[in-house]
């Protein structure tokens, strides 16, 4: 495997830095948090760690409001910090992928208040600003991601500043050369100082219509829905002109060999296979969350992998991933016994595998009490807030789980006595066992990292069954949906049973049938 780059062998584990680890005893995680827990992530044997923002910020949606792109917040720690995480990791063999946030700024960044200043303010067209509509309101009907319209006025000059979140973060004008070369300048910064690629946020965004057309209603809305689904989002995103802005992207991680551009985009997987541009020449990942918003059942995940793949333009690679901080939990969607097949799938999948923090001990929903809520989502639109997939990791059963010496930013799971990585760590039935020994099995079997994939037909529902395959090495991966026992024929010679999602069961052999447990998974090598 030392012929493909580490970006299409490894597997990715996503930081939510407030949520990690706290050193300093605020209550929320920081820099030195993430560096003390990298001898865990070599342990757990991940290969690339992606830290969501940690730019300085109002923290009006904690860190996605940058104020600045070339610092570093204090809440988090510092610039000296940061290079000592970076060093440390790659003493460790681990690569560092930064979220980048180029969509919008914070309300307070200079570049907007010098925009603000005055209709002739060199850098007005930085941003998005447009007369009142006919009706002396917004300019058009597009609506804000978080709720409320998506144009905020300003009285001092008579425009409206277009913003696809909060209000607090006005959207960069990217038809602008001035703003592209200031952000392609941001990105050599982090490269400079060693960062091996960028988680880009809300890449999909970033062009807009020219003539900022009305958007057409969506026929399929339905009341309580969040408010952005009212409408199409055809002419506030996705436009075809984004892919030169990606594209220059590309351009300037080139000159810093092998680093990774990864994509945030939420499209249906015919829209999100564009996003590796013309020619290979987008995203070296556009993001797959299809997992997230396709229903749990075999026939229906099946179907999803097989459509995907043959959607895939020649020579892309495909990535999946089953949660992040603003989904829901695996463990909260599909139950404790499901989430371990899902994890199978995951790590076992042709491409890149995104792991979230705490999926890997069985996190799962945590109710957020009445007045702890923090998300500004759930403030504008109640719900709808994500604040129950960004809790505290929970390392031990300790005082705050091991988390922070005070009281944690977000509550803790109810059962954090016990669902906690030390807890876990020497169990060999538990969800973190689980996870190390596919991610050895990741490592240890190149037809798992980068071989070929094909579906294995059975007939039998609820049941989903594929092979990865390099060289003369076959591995078959059969996964149990169902609640109730599964006999299977196996009619193709011996196998070797290596990884059961159940403990006790690997180096069985097995010939003429399969017997499966409900919710099991199981990873066999041809005999």
Same mark, same amino acid.
């Given at each position: ?15 939510? !830095? ?17 560096? $003390?827990?990298?001898?865990? =992530? ?31 917040? +204090? ?13 440390? /990791? ?11 946030? %180029? ?30 509509? +006919? ?14 319209? @998506? ?12 913003? @696809? ?11 602008? !050369? ?31 219509? $020219? ?10 809305? /339905? ?23 990606? /594209? ?79 989904? %829901? ?17 995951? =790590? ?52 705050? *789980? ?7 930013? =977000? ?49 039998? @529902? ?20 169902? /609640? ?18 159940? *403990? ?7 010939? $003429?049938? =399969? ?13």
């Amino acid at each position: 495997m030392t012929d493909t780059v580490w970006w299409k062998r490894g597997t990715v584990y996503q930081i939510y !830095p407030r949520s990690f680890q706290d050193t300093n005893g605020d209550g929320v995680g920081d820099l030195p948090g993430i560096t $003390a827990r990298l001898d865990y =992530l070599a342990w757990l044997g991940v290969d690339a760690v992606w830290i969501s923002p940690v730019y300085p910020s109002p923290m009006a949606d904690f860190g996605y409001d940058v104020a600045d792109y070339c610092g570093i917040d +204090p809440l988090f720690g510092t610039l000296a910090e940061f290079d000592a995480l970076i060093a440390e /990791a790659h003493r460790r063999k681990l690569k560092v992928i930064l979220d980048f946030v %180029p969509n919008h700024s914070s309300i307070v960044h200079p570049w907007f208040a010098e925009s603000r200043s005055s209709r002739t303010n060199p850098k007005r067209d930085w941003y998005i600003w447009r007369d009142p509509g +006919p009706e002396g309101g917004p300019p058009n009907n597009w609506v804000s991601n978080f709720g409320g319209p @998506a144009w905020t006025l300003d009285e001092a000059t008579g425009q409206y500043y277009y913003h @696809a979140f909060l209000r607090e973060q006005p959207d960069l004008n990217w038809r602008n !050369p001035a703003v592209r070369e200031a952000m392609h300048d941001v990105l050599r910064f982090w490269l400079e100082r060693g960062v091996d690629g960028f988680r880009v946020d809300v890449i999909w965004h970033l062009m807009k219509d $020219a003539g900022f057309r009305d958007n057409p209603a969506n026929p399929d809305y /339905a009341p309580g829905a969040p408010e952005i689904t009212r409408f199409q989002q055809v002419y506030s995103a996705d436009r075809p002109e984004i892919f030169d802005v990606i /594209a220059g992207m590309r351009d300037v991680l080139r000159a810093y060999g092998e680093r990774v551009l990864i994509g945030e985009i939420y499209l249906p997987v015919e829209r999100l296979v564009a996003y590796y541009g013309p020619d290979l020449t987008g995203a070296d990942l556009p993001f797959n969350f299809q997992l997230i918003q396709t229903p749990w059942h075999a026939e229906a995940v099946s179907d999803l992998v097989a459509r995907y793949e043959a959607a895939l333009p020649p020579g892309g690679w495909p990535n999946w991933v089953l949660g992040n901080h603003d989904q %829901p939990r695996i463990a909260a969607r599909v139950g404790a016994d499901q989430a371990r097949i899902a994890a199978m799938l995951l =790590l076992t999948l042709r491409g890149t595998p995104t792991l979230y923090y705490g999926d890997e001990i069985g996190l799962g929903h945590v109710p957020i009490p009445p007045g702890r809520a923090q998300d500004p989502w759930e403030r504008n639109e109640p719900g709808h807030g994500r604040d129950p997939e960004r809790t505290p990791m929970q390392w031990d059963d300790g005082p705050n *789980a091991g988390f922070s010496a005070a009281e944690p930013w =977000l509550p803790l799971s109810e059962d954090w006595p016990t669902r906690n990585v030390e807890g876990q760590r020497s169990d060999p039935a538990s969800m973190l066992t689980l996870h190390r020994r596919l991610l050895a099995l990741r490592r240890d079997h190149a037809a798992l990292a980068v071989g070929d994939y094909r579906g294995v037909p059975l007939g039998v @529902a609820e049941v989903f069954a594929y092979e990865r395959f390099a060289g003369d090495e076959v591995l078959r991966v059969v996964l149990n949906f169902a /609640a109730t026992p599964q006999t299977l024929p196996l009619p193709e010679g011996d196998w070797i049973l290596l990884l059961s999602t159940r *403990a006790g069961r690997a180096g069985e052999s097995v010939r $003429a049938s =399969l017997a499966l447990e409900p919710a099991e998974g199981l990873i066999l090598r041809r005999a």
